[in-house]
């Protein structure tokens, strides 16, 4: 089992649309869980950490569910700008690395 | 932009030869890490350098070697390539030992193409 995994996409949504990214994570022992952004050819940008409670950042609401070991990013109102692909990444508190899932593509169509 | 720079931008080798990539940290920064991201994938975490000593390795062979600096920039070293060591080649720069625990901020990456 893949340490991190995601929904494998591609996504393809209209403009104003609500979509939901899911991601599961192998490692119970795991403390720190982010959302990052990478565009076409980019490098990848933190987009939002994610807290236990949950939190939300404009458009863009993160989950943590740690006893099922899954996170989610719901975007709202979606706009032709956040086209990219979304990166689920996840570490371990003490000496290791963030880890990365494939990432999963969205498609804001006009 | 996060201040990191990373060079050259592009670079086309052939199998059997060595390559140096380099990466200059944010201002601040004393931690890089190196991750390599291959097509369709998400980055995988090769090493990281604290304070210019190998501070913890991913899964990678002996081949792939590192460098930190006084300065904190860093070099990536891979020698003998493969054709499979065709990827972006990313580098991220924290504060501390960055094990998620401090922000990684990643530089835009040097794409190496091995022919």
């Known amino acids: 089992r893949k340490e991190v995994e995601q929904d494998p996409g591609p996504f393809n949504v209209p403009e104003g649309a609500t979509v939901a990214f899911n991601c599961t994570y192998s490692?119970?022992?795991?403390?720190?869980f982010f959302w990052y952004r990478q565009d076409c050819r980019k490098e990848p940008k933190l987009l939002m950490s994610?807290?236990?409670s949950g939190n939300e950042d404009g458009r863009f609401t993160a989950q943590l569910n740690r006893a099922s070991q899954y996170i989610s990013l719901l975007i709202r109102d979606s706009k032709l700008s956040d086209s990219a692909t979304y990166l689920c990444?996840?570490?371990?508190?003490?000496?290791?690395?963030?880890?990365f899932g494939k990432g999963t593509r969205l498609s804001v169509i006009a | 932009e996060t201040g990191v720079t990373q060079s050259p931008t592009h670079l086309i080798k052939t199998r059997g030869q060595q390559v140096t990539l380099r990466c200059s940290s944010q201002?601040?920064?004393?931690?890089v890490s190196w991750y390599q991201q291959a097509l369709g994938q998400g980055p995988q975490f090769i090493f990281q350098y604290y304070r210019e000593e190998e501070n913890g390795r991913g899964n990678f062979p002996p081949r792939f070697s590192g460098l930190q600096f006084p300065n904190y920039s860093s070099e990536l070293n891979v020698n003998a390539l493969e054709l499979d060591d065709s990827a972006l080649y990313l580098c991220?720069?924290?504060?501390?030992?960055?094990?998620?625990?401090?922000?990684?901020?990643f530089g835009p990456g040097t794409r190496l193409t091995v022919l």
């Open positions: 201002s601040g920064h004393n931690t």
């Open positions: 990444v996840v570490s371990v508190s003490g000496n290791t690395p963030l880890v």
């Open positions: 991220a720069s924290s504060y501390g030992t960055g094990w998620g625990m401090d922000t990684q901020y």
């Open positions: 490692n119970s022992a795991s403390q720190s």
């Open positions: 994610v807290y236990s």
